[in-house]
């Protein structure tokens, strides 16, 4: 680009600052003595393609005095609208509504057993075809 030293002169001080964000990202990131970077290990947010909160919003973990930790979308979730075929128009939506019926199988199962089969994105639309990522 012709302009490189003027727009290097003109955000000379965005720049340097940009470098040592980088830096602090890369150092608090990357661990190559330990052959560890962002990549090393999966990213748990969200549900739908990994286990992610469901790690432990699974039904299954107990505190101390024996309380389930939830695994009701609303704990963390609000739902403000929802739109699609299985939904009819002008109804307020206040809990996830799946676009397949499903039936109890929302409340029992993780988004990610179905949608992560054997590694595959199972995707939705009623056709759920295998496909590879």
């Known amino acids: ?15 340097v600052r940009a ?13 190559p003595e330990q052959k560890l970077d962002w990549t090393t290990h999966p990213d748990d947010i969200g549900h739908k393609d990994t286990p992610g909160c469901f790690r432990c919003h699974d039904g299954k973990h107990r505190s101390k ?3 389930m930790i939830s695994k009701d979308c609303n704990l963390c979730h609000t739902i ?3 739109k699609q075929e299985n939904i009819a128009p002008d109804t ?9 019926d499903i039936g109890d ?9 179905c949608h992560m089969e ?16």
């Open 65 to 67: 005095d024996g309380r």
């Open 19 to 31: 470098i040592q964000e980088l830096r602090v990202i890369y150092q608090n990131s990357n661990f």
């Open 105 to 113: 199988e929302l409340f029992k199962t993780n988004c990610s057993d």
């Open 80 to 82: 403000i609208s929802q």
């Open 1 to 15: 680009h012709d302009n490189s030293p003027e727009v290097y002169s003109e955000f000379y001080s965005e720049i």
């Open 92 to 100: 307020v939506v206040k809990n996830f509504v799946h676009p397949v």
């Open 118 to 133: 054997g590694g595959y994105d199972i995707p939705g639309g009623g056709s759920h075809e295998v496909l590879k990522r």
